[in-house]
C-alpha cells in the first residue's frame, strides 16, 4: 500500500509563497498519476493540480493558474506545489493524493489510491 505524507504547510501573508511536499512510499510511484486537493471549512474538497506519470503533462483549477506550479521528482518519490502570490482564499487543508487513473481525470476521487493526511495552509489578508 503506498504512504504518502505532505509537509511544508504554514501561516503566510498574502501576496507570499509556500512549498508543499508529498513524499511517498510503499509502492512504485511513477505508476500513478498525482494530485493535490484541498479543502476549505464548509467547502467540498476539490482538485487543485494534478501531473502525470512521467511528469509532462500538468493541470489546474482556474482559481490557481498562473500562481501554482505542480512538479514531480520520480528519482525521489516525491512530488512538489509551488505556491506563490497567495490569496485569503487559498487557506485550506492541502492533500496529496496518487490516482490509478489519468492526471487529467484527477477528480474522478473512485480512482485514489491513496490519500496523504492533509497540511493547513492559512493565507492572511
Known amino acids: 500500500q503506498m504512504q504518502l505524507v505532505e509537509s511544508g504547510g504554514g501561516l503566510v501573508q498574502a501576496g507570499g509563497s509556500l512549498r508543499l511536499s508529498c513524499a511517498a512510499s510503499?509502492?512504485?510511484?511513477?505508476?500513478?498519476?498525482m494530485g493535490w486537493f484541498r479543502q476549505a471549512p464548509e467547502k467540498e474538497r476539490e482538485v487543485v493540480a494534478a501531473i502525470s506519470r512521467s511528469g509532462r503533462s500538468t493541470y489546474y483549477a482556474d482559481s490557481v493558474k498562473g500562481r501554482f506550479t505542480i512538479s514531480r521528482d520520480n528519482a525521489k518519490n516525491t512530488m512538489y506545489l509551488q505556491m506563490n502570490n497567495l490569496e485569503f482564499e487559498d487557506t485550506a487543508v492541502y492533500y496529496c493524493?496518487?490516482?490509478?487513473?489519468?492526471?487529467?481525470?484527477?477528480?474522478?476521487?473512485?480512482?485514489?489510491?491513496?490519500w496523504g493526511q492533509g497540511t493547513q495552509v492559512t493565507v492572511s489578508s
Open positions: 510503499g509502492r512504485t510511484f511513477s505508476n500513478y498519476a
Open positions: 493524493a496518487a490516482s490509478h487513473g489519468l492526471a487529467r481525470d484527477m477528480r474522478r476521487v473512485t480512482q485514489i489510491a491513496a
